[in-house]
């Protein structure tokens, strides 16, 4: 089995991930996993639960440097720049590359201050006019300033679930990030809201890397143009996404998609 | 064997459940009953507590009421030069306010009181001091004629409050004929009034009951609790900080977890002991003095405080620290921009109920001398002070029946303030309290 997917197709590559593990103490959640994340596309990986999808995407921004044991092995590059290098500095990596959680994760301040604060802390803007231009423009672009623009000062955590995903999205879209990486951004959220996501999702491909987490068969096959099946800490199978689902070369994530097991 | 029981014969037969059957209805009733003892018992605990409460509260406020009154005795004051011994032209002068301070203000008191005639023991031996800052307050009253009311003696003001039982044979009622029979003078002349205690208000310590005051204790509380506040929350928050979000999780702060447990529960006095041994032996720092105390009081409440701000820290979900850190925050601004501004109100909390027990702390404050009798309201924090829970003490211990209702007129001072601490903690509580 070659575990080494390339994208192919000449399409530009924005994160290359080789050989990569991850221990959770003695205990080894992704083996040896290597892919490469399309600047122009969106990528879904998909897998049962436990698999370590979540677990490689948090790799992605080192996300897992808080978790306590967690130990990465590999080479994760951003651009080509090794982003486990010491050179690297975290705080703008997490800048470069963006997060939105699976629980909407709203700051229980204005919905202004939850985007205005990551433009703030990176000292992208200094006045109020230039805050509410980044301000005005991310949430335009997650789909929500026709919602919200009258209501700024309100608590982002009075919102609605789908609300509250696409403040997360904004909030993450405001730094101005190359990628933005989406662990099961809909998981939590009604079918309403979560065509809402998908839509934004679609309207944000090509403008950023996004790299999407997610339970849901039918959602990658819906957002994404490159999937990713994770199994038991490896990754089974990498390639397009319709390839993926109409005719995977692997019989694990044949039978996964055709709802076998997970 | 020819005949089969039948359940042997069918094990898995099992007769429909008879919930109408005696036995069941039984079980019912019983479940019933059990469940009404069991409220039954509850609320005669907590009506026996209630009734605790209020014989404790009742009877603290019937003896402390009183505290807050005294009696004063009209007296007609000559303010003669000649008997004071100062130039009236000098008092006017430049150095007058000297001339007046050091005159025979005694000398005139005496002279005045015995206009009383045989109730002139009614007046307090410190009531020249009324007569003294009358004339400071206004010099023109040199060489005039006034009326002024000052003080009574404690026994006097006991009788006015009818604090002794007058039935009673003179030798068990703890006053003499004589102070009866002045009082009942002064009463029938009108010489008598009873009015609001300022002095108990307004002054510190004396041995004469009638004199005493609360202020000295609570300067010296609020002195010590300043120095306890600012050593403990600062120390305590930030270890809590340390502890929660940068720490290591090893052996090592496992102890340290384990021994800030352990130093919640260790008794107060082991804390004087330390006080003791460590700041006025080994750094002679000054005796009875507040900083003492309030550094004392610090190492008693740290352990509270950093047991409360962490449980504050862990209560803030770490969806908002991944919030945080996804959007390219430091870890230092997580923590100063996002966690503690969450768990501030119950760091605050916590720190208010830790203060409110170091404000009630006697016994390492009398390790650390600040058992003292001290008659000067406390200037700053090397003073000698003494604190509204060890006055509390000094006054219970007094042999004098005056410091009866001033003990419990002191309680009252204390609980009215513990009582002000505590609802600024649940209004913090309730009023900061999030939801997610």
């Given amino acids: 089995m070659n575990n080494t997917a390339t994208i192919g197709h000449n399409s530009p590559v924005k994160m290359t991930a080789r050989g990569v593990n991850v221990f959770y103490g003695a205990k080894q959640a992704i083996k040896n996993v290597s892919l490469d994340v399309s600047r122009e596309h969106v990528t879904a990986f998909i897998g049962p639960s436990g698999c370590g999808k979540s677990t490689f995407l948090r790799c992605l921004n080192r996300m897992n440097d808080t978790v306590e044991n967690a130990r990465v092995e590999g080479d994760i590059q951003l651009d080509g720049q090794d982003i486990y290098s010491p050179a690297m500095d975290v705080v703008q990596l997490r800048a470069r590359v963006g997060m939105v959680f699976q629980k909407p994760n709203p700051f229980p301040k204005s919905i202004y201050e939850n985007i205005a604060y990551g433009p703030r802390i990176h000292g992208l803007a200094r006045t109020k006019a230039e805050f509410d231009v980044i301000v005005e423009s991310a949430l335009r672009k997650a789909g929500l300033w026709d919602e919200v623009k009258d209501r700024l000062g309100e608590s982002g955590t009075a919102m609605s679930g789908g609300q509250q995903q696409r403040l997360c999205i904004a909030r993450a879209i405001a730094v101005e990030p190359e990628v933005i990486l989406m662990d099961e951004p809909c998981s939590a959220l009604d079918p309403i809201a979560t065509a809402r996501i998908e839509e934004l999702i679609d309207e944000l491909r090509g403008r950023y890397a996004i790299v999407i987490v997610t339970h849901n068969m039918q959602q990658a096959a819906r957002v994404s143009q490159r999937t990713a099946f994770f199994h038991l800490g490896t990754m089974v199978e990498y390639g397009e996404t319709s390839a993926i689902f109409t005719n995977p070369k692997e019989t694990r994530t044949k039978d996964y998609i055709t709802g076998r097991y997970g | ?436």
Avoid: C
């Fill in chain 2, 1 to 436: 064997m020819a005949t089969v029981m039948p359940a042997e014969a069918a094990p898995q037969a099992r007769t429909p459940t008879d919930w109408q059957a005696p036995d069941m209805q039984r079980r019912i009733a019983a479940r019933y009953r059990a469940e009404r003892n069991f409220r039954f018992l509850g609320l005669a605990a907590l009506l026996l507590a209630g009734a605790f409460l209020v014989f404790l509260l009742g009877t603290i406020v019937r003896d402390g009421w009183s505290g807050f009154q005294r009696t004063e005795v009209q007296v007609s004051v000559t303010f003669d030069p000649a008997v004071l011994g100062v130039d009236p032209a000098a008092a006017r002068g430049p150095d007058g306010l000297t001339i007046l301070r050091r005159a025979d203000w005694v000398g005139l008191m005496l002279v005045s009181a015995n206009r009383l005639g045989p109730a002139a023991d009614a007046v307090s031996e410190a009531a020249w001091v009324r007569l003294r800052d009358a004339v400071i307050a206004d010099p023109a009253l040199l060489g005039q004629t006034r009326t002024i009311w000052v003080p009574a003696t404690s026994n006097i003001d006991l009788l006015a409050k009818g604090k002794f039982d007058l039935d009673a044979p003179a030798e068990s009622r703890g006053v003499s004929d004589e102070e009866v029979s002045d009082w009942r003078l002064l009463a029938q002349k009108g010489l008598i009034r009873t009015g609001l205690n300022t002095t108990f208000l307004m002054e510190a310590d004396s041995t004469d009951p009638e004199l005493a005051g609360i202020r000295g204790a609570a300067i010296g509380s609020l002195l010590t609790l300043l120095i306890t506040i600012s050593i403990a929350f600062p120390i305590g928050v930030l270890s809590a900080i340390y502890l929660e979000e940068f720490a290591p999780k090893n052996r090592w702060t496992d102890f340290i977890e384990v021994s800030i447990n352990n130093l919640a529960a260790v008794p107060s006095i082991i804390f004087g002991l330390l006080g003791l041994a460590l700041f006025l032996n080994v750094f002679n720092m000054p005796r009875s003095a507040p900083l003492v105390g309030g550094i004392t009081l610090a190492l008693m409440t740290l352990p509270v405080i950093v047991i409360a701000a962490r449980v504050a820290i862990k209560a803030v979900p770490p969806s908002i620290r991944d919030a945080a850190l996804g959007v390219g925050a430091s870890p230092i601004q997580v923590v100063f921009q996002h966690v503690l501004p969450l768990a501030l109100p119950g760091i605050l909390t916590g720190t208010i109920i830790g203060m409110a027990r170091a404000l009630g702390e006697t016994a390492p404050l009398l390790l650390v001398g600040m058992r003292a009798f001290v008659t000067d309201v406390p200037q700053g924090f090397a003073d000698p002070a003494t604190v509204l829970p060890v006055q509390v003490f000094l006054w219970s211990d007094d042999v004098q029946r005056g410091f009866i209702e001033k003990t419990s007129a002191a309680i009252i001072v204390l609980m009215l303030v513990l009582l002000l601490m505590n609802s600024l903690a649940i209004y913090l509580r309730n009023r900061f309290e999030r939801r997610w």
